[in-house]
């Protein structure tokens, strides 16, 4: 079963501070994954995106890791802001159909405290 | 930001009201989308359209209909309401030529049915 489990579920940091959320994907035949940042009330809005032959790729402060032999990501937030208090979403797309098929992660909500 | 537009933003109606969800799109995009989230959820695929005169049924099973008469427009409609339709609903849309396939997403539509 197509799946993506994303960890923590939550998370709480200081401002300045670095982190780094998880995803795992057991999504196969792997085409693309995908970071997406929602703020509440929001759509959700690209970060990054990452086919199989690449392994790292950068955003301001968002770097995004992929390693396709092991199904796993990470994005890695660096010097935190309060802007950056959102659901981080994980997103992993197939290349078995022409639609692109995408399966989500419930995403990780991170809260930045001042 | 991506040039998708949903109306209304917040519906809050009585059950048996018959409702349709506004998604447009200006960037001429052949493929869009409906999701429905609900809080701390993954994003549902409810329907889809790969161009005009063309509607497919997602992977949640829903008592909506789509139509898409026109490239630019994806409206969503619940004949008759009721409170498990209470959701956030998500219109998307993506460039069928596109190499990631790379899907932009609307602002949201928070129904809720009383």
């Known amino acids: 079963k197509n799946q993506v489990e994303q960890s923590p579920q939550s998370l709480i940091i200081l401002e300045g501070k670095n982190c780094t959320l998880q995803c795992n994907y057991t999504v196969s035949p792997f085409s693309n994954l995908r970071w997406y940042k929602q703020d509440t009330g929001r759509g959700p809005v690209s970060l990054t995106i990452m086919t199989f032959s690449e392994n790292t790729k950068s955003n301001g402060r968002y770097t995004a890791t992929l390693d396709a032999d092991t199904k796993q990501s990470s994005l890695h937030i660096t010097a935190s802001q309060l802007s950056d208090s959102a659901s981080y979403i994980c997103?992993?797309?197939?290349?078995?159909?022409?639609?692109?098929?995408?399966?989500f992660g419930r995403g990780t909500q991170l809260t930045v405290w001042p | 930001e991506a040039d998708i537009y949903q109306t209304p933003r917040y519906l809050v109606i009585g059950t048996g009201k018959k409702i349709t969800l506004e998604c447009s799109q200006t960037m001429g995009h052949d493929k869009m989308y409906w999701y429905q989230q609900d809080p701390g959820m993954e994003l549902h695929l409810i329907h889809y359209?790969?161009?005009?005169?063309?509607?497919e049924k997602g992977d949640l099973s829903s008592e909506s209909t789509v139509s898409r008469i026109r490239t630019e427009h994806f409206p969503l409609t619940l004949e008759s309401a009721r409170p498990s339709h209470t959701s956030q609903y998500l219109c998307?849309?993506?460039?069928?030529?596109?190499?990631?396939?790379?899907?932009?997403f609307g602002p949201g539509t928070r129904l809720t049915v009383l």
């Open positions: 997103v992993v797309s197939d290349r078995g159909s022409t639609l692109g098929r995408l399966y």
């Open positions: 359209s790969y161009g005009v005169n063309s509607t």
């Open positions: 998307a849309s993506s460039d069928a030529s596109g190499v990631y396939n790379e899907q932009f």
